[in-house]
């Protein structure tokens, strides 16, 4: 498979078999930041396949609607950014264990799901329900520069639904609601002096000590909600400090990343952080924040599409953070759908199987024709 001209703009064609488009839609490099060469080739395919559908750009966001005046509206949701390239693009096809495999940034995280979805988007032209497809930018940095929080705020009504599906990797199975996320620095302060002479100075990184060893004991809660478990996480994930090599630092900060159960609301989440460090000399800020998403597969519509996708299909917990939060948050049940193994996702060696692309194109086709 050969790198996409620079010169050309990108062309996708929705009638392309399942693969070829996924292989189309890797191929065009969109790393958060990146995203508009993709959005105007969505936006092309969709302006040109889709004649019953109303295609509306915001920055570099493409929305797709129909507007039958029926009963449901169901919205179809998926990013079109990446994590950045680690020498895995162009994108190839391997043959692995008797299984065909596509491989590149992007493949897993969540460009199948995004062919999935243009394929249908230009498809279900009769679908029961009004259909909303949203292509969107920034999903993975921070949740301030996520294009659907910007949406929210300026166009509440494009966001308004019954049910929601995120197209991301799930291996083709259902994963219900979310983990809440949050990020915290923890800075301690201490007394710059000379290496040589530590004794006339206090050692910021070494007050560290204390948050690294709580945080290595911490027990990790599993929450059991609706059936489903939720695996709580808390990490240190860099640790900052020092100028020179005979220097004792005077501050020193870590950054935690904290992982917790939708039941768990985001001041609950930031209150457990504190009570495991009460007792230090320490700064903590909130640096990022969002709340979790309970399953809601309880709800009619999410029982109509797990019914759509058949008996042999996985139920679980979404053991990430997605933006079925967000959909949650405005009250509408939201599930996780889409090919690709979430194990996989932000590695060197991502890669969707074929086969899911086609349980996941067949799945959601019954879904969209029941």
Known sequence: MTAMSKQTAPVLDPHADIARL???IVDIESVSGNEQALADAVEQALREHAGHLEVLRDGDTVIARTDRGLAQRVLLAGHLDTVPVADNLPC???LREGREELV?????DMKGGLAVFLKLAVEASAAPVDLTW???DHEEVAAADNALTRIAAEHPELLEADFAILGEPTSAGVEGGCKGTMKLEVTA????????????GDNAIHRLAPVLERVAAHEARRAVIDGLEYR???NVVSIAGGIAGNVIPDRATALLNYRFAPDTSVARAEAHVRELLTGLELEIDVVDSSGGALPGLDN???RGFLAALGEGVTVAAKQGWTDVARFSALGTPAVNFGPGDPLLAHTDDEHVPLEDLEIALAGLRRFLSA
């Open 92 to 94: 190839a096809r391997r």
């Open 232 to 234: 709580e996480c808390l």
């Open 134 to 136: 949203i292509f969107y």
């Open 104 to 108: 590149g940034r992007g493949t897993c």
């Open 22 to 24: 996924t292989a189309a």
């Open 300 to 302: 009619a519509a999410a």
């Open 189 to 200: 302060r201490g007394l710059a002096a000379h290496s040589a002479r530590d004794w006339v």
